[in-house]
Each structure stands twice: as structure tokens, then as C-alpha cells.
């Protein structure tokens, strides 16, 4: 459940309003009874008469800070975060042990753009509650606003380890690490803007961002200052691999496997291209296992000669390098495509069902994800802030 779906079950759920010495004895009954009315106001979708009832709660027991919390919550539901805020200071002051009310403060504040005081709002809420998924999120786009950009990376790799399919988390992960990058080549061209560093990094961001011919240039220019260097023809020729330049990526993964024998992912990609593009099965097999001699867990490789295998009809031995990837990486749906296809080619075709079922599922949920969070990210441009 959401931070937000969590506050609103504390703020419907929550037993009795009533702490002794926090109204006079003749209150209690009113205060109850319009502490139900406001919850029956909530029930039934009625914001504005629940604030009016907390309201007038607040006017009779103004010590009451659980009132604060709920009047705060119902604020923040309505988008109205400048009265979120005010009331919610305000019930803070009078209990400053409410971690769900310093929580929505900090949210508040960062949606009205004050990150510098949602600062401390939020980390208080995070100590309290360590797992507060939606506070962390919010420090963390604050710490991103505030331009700490390593504390922002070190709370989102928190999340991502507790919800590692949280794409916005990914995304958000990959933003921070980004600048950290361009701040560091900046750093470095301050120092030297023609160094082979320079523009290996400089490939690097433009290489993430999908600017592969800038990564190309980049990268090319860093070969010819430092042609020997270990990495540089490796990144090359996995750039001119994506944008389908077999010959060119051949060569450089050639180059690299000559200034670093021990590269298994260069090795792995020559064989991957003899195998899916040249249609050269023999020799492909021949130098993917190269590849898995140096790196034997290396699941692509795995699945390249599970692959291989089954284009010489050797279904038996193929079977076991799909499983072993099937197995080490269980949410891949291409090895569960090629392990059917073995298990058919052995006649086992109850097994070869069964993988296709889990192909079926995995392309579907791979799907709908992106679908979601297109959705997501198109409402988050759409929602007021």
C-alpha cells in the first residue's frame, strides 16, 4: 500500500480521537460524535464535510493532534498543500511524535517546490519508519533539487534493493548517475578537455543517452590517443554491435581481445554475431565457449550456445546451457523460448509447453509494464503541481 493509502486507512481506522487531558470531560461526547461524523463524511467520498468536522474538533480540543494529522491528510488528498502544511505544523507542534504527519509535511512541502525545508521533514519521517518507500522517493527528488546528487543516488539504490521493479526508481537512478557523470567530465575538462579520459566519458554519456554516432566519434577519438588501453575497443565495438555494424563491431572486439585476452563479453559478442547474423554455427560454438572458459556465469553466452547447439541438432547438450540460463535468470523470456524449442526437438512436449506458457507470461508482463508505466509517466506530467 501507498504512504497516501496507508494515512487514509490510520485517518478512517483510527480508534478514538481522545487522549486524557487533550479536551474537558464535558467535550469528550462532542468531540466523538463529530469524530464520527467526519469519518462517515470520508466514507462517503465527502472531503469538504469531513474538513469541517475536523475543524470544529480543532476548535474544541486544540491540544488534539491526531485531528491535525487527519485535517492534514484530507488537505494533501485535495491537492491544497498550503493548508496541508499549516495545519500540519500546527499538530506537530502540539505532538511532535507523529511520523505519518512529518512524512506528509515533507510531501507537501516538496510539492509546493520549498525542498529545503521538506529536507528534514522527510528524513525525520525516514527515521522513524526506515522502509517509508514514498518518503524516500520524495527525499530523494528533494536531495536531486537541492543538488545532492550522492545522497540522492545512495536513497534510490536503497528503494530499488526493497522494490527492484519499480521502474521510476530505475529511471530516477539512472537521471542522478547521469549528472554525477556530466559534473565529473566537466571536472575533468576543467583539467585536460583533450584527454582520452575526456572522451571516454564523453562516449559514455553520450552512449547513454542514446546519441550513438556522438559515442562513436567519442570513442574513436579515445582508441587513437590510447590504442592499447584495455575497454576502449570493448565499448567501441559495443556500440557499432547495437546500431548493427557487424563488421566494425567484429573488428573492435578483435582489437580488444588482443589488448585484454581475458575480456569474455567482447568474446561473447563475436560469437553472438557469427551465431545470429553469419549463421556460422560451428564457429560460433567454437568461440563461445572461449567466452564461458573465462567467464562460465556469463547467462547471454549461455544462451547464444544453448542457441547454437540447437541449429546442429545437439538438443540434448543445448538443453542444459538453457537451463542453466532459465534457471540464473529466471525473468529473461528468451531462454525459456529456445529451452521449448530444445525440449520439442527431444519430443518432451509437455516441458516445451510449460516454457512456452512461461515465455507467454514473461512477454505479457514485460507489456503491460511498459505500458503502466507510460500511463504513469504521462499523469505525472499532467498532475497539477
Not at 525545508?117 to 528524513?123: F, I, N, S, Y
Not at 519521517?125 to 543538488?147: M, S, T, Y
Not at 563475436?270 to 556469463?298: H, S, T, W, Y
Request: charged letters at 25%; aromatic letters at 6%.
Amino acid at each position: 500500500m501507498s504512504l497516501v493509502g496507508t494515512l487514509l486507512a490510520i485517518a478512517i481506522l483510527f480508534p478514538s480521537l481522545l487522549h486524557p487531558a487533550q479536551a474537558k470531560p464535558s467535550n469528550d461526547a462532542l468531540v466523538q460524535k463529530l469524530y464520527q461524523d467526519a469519518k462517515t463524511a470520508q466514507a462517503n467520498g465527502d472531503s469538504v464535510g469531513a474538513i469541517a468536522k475536523y475543524r470544529a474538533i480543532l476548535r474544541i480540543a486544540p491540544r488534539l493532534g491526531s485531528a491535525y494529522n487527519n485535517l492534514g491528510l484530507l488537505y494533501f488528498k485535495q491537492r491544497d498543500y498550503e493548508n496541508a502544511v499549516r495545519v500540519l505544523e500546527q499538530g506537530l507542534k502540539v505532538n511532535p511524535a507523529m511520523p505519518t504527519a512529518s512524512a506528509l509535511l515533507g510531501i507537501s512541502l516538496s510539492e509546493l517546490g520549498r525542498y529545503a525545508e521538506a529536507r528534514p521533514r522527510l528524513e525525520e519521517a525516514l527515521r522513524r519508519n526506515p522502509r517509508d518507500n514514498d518518503a524516500e522517493k520524495f527525499l530523494a527528488n528533494d536531495l536531486i533539487k537541492l543538488g545532492d546528487l550522492e545522497g540522492a543516488a545512495t536513497h534510490l539504490s536503497q528503494i530499488a534493493r526493497r522494490q527492484p521493479q519499480d521502474q521510476e526508481v530505475w529511471y530516477l537512478l539512472g537521471e542522478v548517475y547521469m549528472q554525477l557523470s556530466q559534473q565529473a567530465l566537466s571536472k575533468m575538462n576543467a583539467i585536460n578537455p583533450d584527454s582520452e579520459l575526456v572522451h571516454e566519458m564523453s562516449g559514455e554519456i553520450m552512449e547513454s543517452m542514446k546519441n550513438y554516432d556522438g559515442a562513436l566519434f567519442e570513442y574513436k577519438k579515445a582508441a587513437d590517443m590510447a590504442p592499447e588501453k584495455p575497454g576502449i575497443h570493448y565499448k567501441l565495438g559495443n556500440v557499432y554491435w547495437t546500431v548493427a555494424q557487424w563488421d566494425a563491431a567484429t573488428k573492435e572486439f578483435q582489437a580488444e581481445l588482443a589488448n585484454d585476452p581475458r575480456n569474455c563479453k567482447a568474446q561473447a559478442l563475436i560469437a553472438d554475431i557469427l551465431i545470429d547474423q553469419r549463421m556460422n554455427f560451428e564457429q560460433g560454438l567454437a568461440e563461445v565457449d572461449k567466452a564461458l572458459v573465462i567467464c562460465p556465469d556469463l547467462i547471454q553466452a549461455r544462451v547464444d550456445r544453448g542457441r547454437a547447439l540447437l541449429k546442429l541438432n545437439r538438443n540434448e547438450e543445448a538443453v542444459k546451457d538453457l537451463q542453466a540460463a532459465a534457471q540464473a535468470s529466471p525473468d529473461d523470456p528468451g531462454a525459456h523460448f529456445f529451452l521449448a524449442q530444445a525440449y520439442r526437438g527431444l519430443g518432451r512436449t509437455g516441458e516445451a509447453q510449460a516454457e512456452m506458457q512461461i515465455y507467454s507470461k514473461l512477454e505479457e508482463s514485460s507489456r503491460a509494464a511498459t505500458a503502466a508505466r507510460a500511463r504513469e509517466l504521462i499523469q505525472n506530467k499532467e498532475a497539477p503541481h
